[in-house]
């Protein structure tokens, strides 16, 4: 059981800090690539704004001072025109080219100036991406078109460059929370240990200590009846201790089904043997009752498990079904191979399920309140018990109600 809530207290430990990591991871690498995309928007719009050319800046000039030139702006210095490769182009609106400027650029030639100006004029206005270029097209006065092709390699290599160490650091931040939380983790669930030990601890011993007094008062009773003879407050206080004594059995079973090692024999035996034989012994239990039983159980399946453990968790879901069934309603019990292992479905119609209580069923001691009462009798523990063989053999089990009226038990053992 702790180990159990070790291992699901690590893994939520590390998907939380995994999910954190991963949206610091995309949130920086989002903003970095909005903030270069920004700039070469900026770039495309200051050199569309100024007719296909780069303004030259100068800090000591006005902004209405001479033409082409203006003060620095945001990322812009005095060194940007010499460090931005660009060329631009101008088509009419038929896409043949009039014009082009190339003189800020060397890596392209006046052949492929061509293949960029039927990519501009497939596009149309706006922004768009092509090779190592980012561009804007835009409608001049004269009613053709310009298109300015930035150069936004250095750009595209800062955002790749933060992008890989971004990702670095974030792959070995989470390994090493991982490894810390792995570490820690026996450490934080220590007093969550110490409580659970002492809990079974309290339940073995108390178990124990009500043993004795409840032989002592069955066998006072039976000598009692052998004196006055039957009487029925007699048989009300054996019920009584009869079903004391199979709750004292139940959390001793209970107790020992969820200590860490605990003694099961795992060997080699025919399942569909023991499921049938098993079942089949509630089959007249059953019939009292008004329910029929239908089995469909796949024969020679070999399980390597506890047969004891099997045959009990068996006995806890005919018992379940039985007692809760809808009048003169049928029940169903299969078994399946189901991987490597076997899957264990029994299935009977219900009154009144709700589906939102389905999981409280696994709980100790819970009973839904139209059936706590003395007529259907158990604890509330048996699928508890239930739950603790299928969770020892590696596997699970759940409940669920498909159309609101039949309930399925679902056992799946590894």
């Not at 019990?333 to 696994?362: P, S």
């Not at 048996?382 to 739950?387: K, V």
Request: charge should be negative.
């Amino acid at each position: 059981m702790i180990q159990t809530l070790r291992k699901r207290f690590i893994k939520i430990s590390i998907l939380t800090v995994a999910c954190v990591m991963v949206l610091l991871f995309a949130a920086v690498n989002t903003v970095n690539f909005i903030s270069e995309n920004a700039k070469l928007n900026n770039t495309l719009n200051m050199i569309s704004d100024n007719g296909g050319e780069m303004p030259l800046f100068k800090p000591d000039m006005p902004e209405n001072g001479a033409q082409n030139r203006r003060k620095p702006d945001g990322d812009f210095n005095e060194e940007t025109p010499f460090s931005t490769r660009f060329f631009v182009l101008y088509y009419d609106e038929n896409g043949e080219k009039t014009d082009e400027n190339l003189s800020q650029i060397a890596a392209v030639t006046d052949e492929e100036t061509e293949t960029y100006v039927k990519l501009a004029f497939s596009h149309g206005e706006g922004y768009g991406f092509t090779e190592n270029y980012k561009y804007q097209v835009t409608k001049t006065d004269d009613g053709n078109y310009m298109a300015v092709f930035v150069n936004d390699s250095r750009e595209m290599n800062t955002a790749l460059t933060l992008l890989l160490i971004s990702l670095g650091a974030t792959v070995f931040c989470i390994a090493l929370i991982s490894l810390m939380i792995v570490l820690f983790s026996k450490k934080a669930m220590e007093p969550v240990a110490e409580s659970y030990a002492k809990q079974k601890q309290f339940i073995t011993d108390a178990s124990h200590e009500l043993k004795t007094p409840i032989t002592v008062i069955n066998t006072s009773l039976s000598v009692l009846e052998m004196e006055v003879g039957k009487q029925k407050w007699i048989d009300k206080a054996k019920a009584q201790c009869d079903k004391l004594k199979e709750l004292v059995n139940s959390l001793v079973t209970l107790s020992k089904m969820d200590e860490e090692n605990i003694s099961l024999q795992f060997l080699d035996f025919h399942i569909s043997d023991a499921v049938t034989e098993t079942v089949l012994s509630f089959k007249d239990f059953a019939e009292s009752q008004g329910h029929v039983l239908q089995m469909d159980i796949t024969p020679d399946i070999t399980y390597h498990g506890d047969e004891y453990a099997v045959r009990q968790l068996c006995s806890i879901l005919m018992d379940n079904a039985i007692k809760y069934a809808a009048a003169d309603t049928p029940i169903h019990f299969t078994m399946q191979r189901y991987k490597k292992g076997v899957k264990i479905m029994c299935e009977n119609a219900g009154e009144h399920i709700d589906v939102k209580e389905l999981d409280k069923l696994f709980e100790r001691f819970y009973r839904t309140d139209k059936s706590r009462n003395s007529q259907t009798g158990g604890f509330g523990i048996g699928l508890s018990i239930a739950r603790s063989i299928c969770e020892a053999h590696g596997g699970s089990i759940h409940a669920e109600s498909p159309d609101g009226k039949n309930i399925v038990f679902t056992a799946k053992l590894k």
